[in-house]
């Protein structure tokens, strides 16, 4: 009993790791100065975090670009000097800034999957004030934010609301429009520089 006690404790410290709590407090004007607003076509893209060896997911994260372009990230522990975050809403995420948030998860044992769809700027800006809107959401709790968010939408109200972020990425995976990309690194460790 004991033995199985411990294998418990174990797996759900490796689940938390994936999903851990870290809100950010940035002020309204540093946010409001970094905005950032892509021209690309207005998109939702489901960030995975997978383990290389079950190929689980472990955290879930969301790439918004409507009016601005946003990471919600709930519950995770992402963060750069020049990006502020307001609760689980990192702000400023250009091209650059995107491919780095991808980098910075994806090392030895881990690789990211980037699932994106394109949807209405309408959309996007409702999915952004719908993340917003959640406020600071705690430990083990990105999978279900995420896709709590992600159901109030028509193209995903089948979608379960879970905290397995595994179970998001295959049902995102079964829309046709869905264009994916798997990001693969060898690095030990995240990468913590802050430029």
């Known amino acids: ?8 404790l174990l797996g759900l410290s490796l689940f938390m790791a994936g999903c851990a709590s870290n ?8 946010i409001s100065a970094a905005q950032y607003s892509n021209p690309e076509p207005a998109s939702v893209s489901l960030i995975t975090m997978v383990n290389s060896n079950s190929n689980s997911g472990e955290h879930s994260a969301l790439l918004i670009n409507g009016s601005e372009q946003i990471i919600y990230d709930p519950a995770g522990s992402f963060r750069h000097s020049e990006l502020p975050r307001r609760d689980d809403i990192i702000y400023g995420i250009t091209p650059r800034f995107a491919s ?10 881990y690789y990211v ?18 993340s917003r809107a959640r406020g600071h959401v705690g430990k083990l709790f990105c999978a279900n934010a995420i896709s709590s968010v992600l159901n109030d939408f028509p193209q ?16 995102m995976a079964r829309i046709e429009a ?6 693969r690194e060898d690095d030990i460790g995240q990468n913590y520089r802050t430029n």
């Open 100 to 109: 780095y948030y991808n980098s910075y998860h994806a090392r030895f044992g």
């Open 1 to 8: 009993m004991r033995a199985l006690s411990s294998a418990v």
């Open 156 to 171: 995903f109200a089948n979608f379960p609301v879970t905290f397995f972020p595994g179970a998001i990425m295959k049902r």
């Open 23 to 30: 809100s950010g407090t940035a002020p309204a004007e540093e």
């Open 178 to 183: 869905v264009d994916t990309l798997i990001i």
């Open 113 to 130: 999957k980037v699932q994106t769809l394109e949807i209405s700027r309408e959309q996007a800006d409702e999915m952004i004030a719908a």
